[in-house]
Nanobody, 123 residues
């Protein structure tokens, strides 16, 4: 079992930055990949990126590459999503998720989700 809690969302102007945090807890956190998804109103959930604990691998999807980066702090069991050069189309609820399989995580096929944090980018 793993529990996830997001924080760091808010309202920001276009071109600004936010850093989201996903704090993970549970006995086997180290064996899970942690990822970020977002869902805008009326749209499907979109995979944003992921970080694997053991292999020091991070990945972000092409739509945010160059603006968003993922990092992790193993000592704090926390994964961060640094979002720069934000655009109004980045407005969404951002969720973190966890899975023992990076592939299933990227497909959203996991039962481990946080509650989400709202990011609103004004033009």
């Amino acid at each position: 079992q793993v529990q996830l809690e997001e924080s760091g969302g808010g309202l920001v102007q276009a071109g600004g930055s936010l850093r989201l945090s996903c704090a993970a807890s549970g006995r086997t956190v180290s064996s899970y990949a942690i990822g970020w998804f977002r869902q805008a109103p009326g749209k499907e959930r979109e995979f944003v990126g992921r970080a694997s604990w053991g292999a020091d691998v991070t990945y972000v999807t092409d739509s945010v590459k160059g603006r968003f980066t993922i990092s992790r702090d193993n000592a704090k069991n926390t994964v961060y999503l640094q979002m720069n050069s934000l655009k109004p189309e980045d407005t969404a609820v951002y969720y973190c998720a966890a899975s023992e399989s990076a592939r299933r995580l990227q497909e959203g096929r996991t039962n481990y989700w946080g509650r989400g944090t709202q990011v609103t980018v004004s033009s």
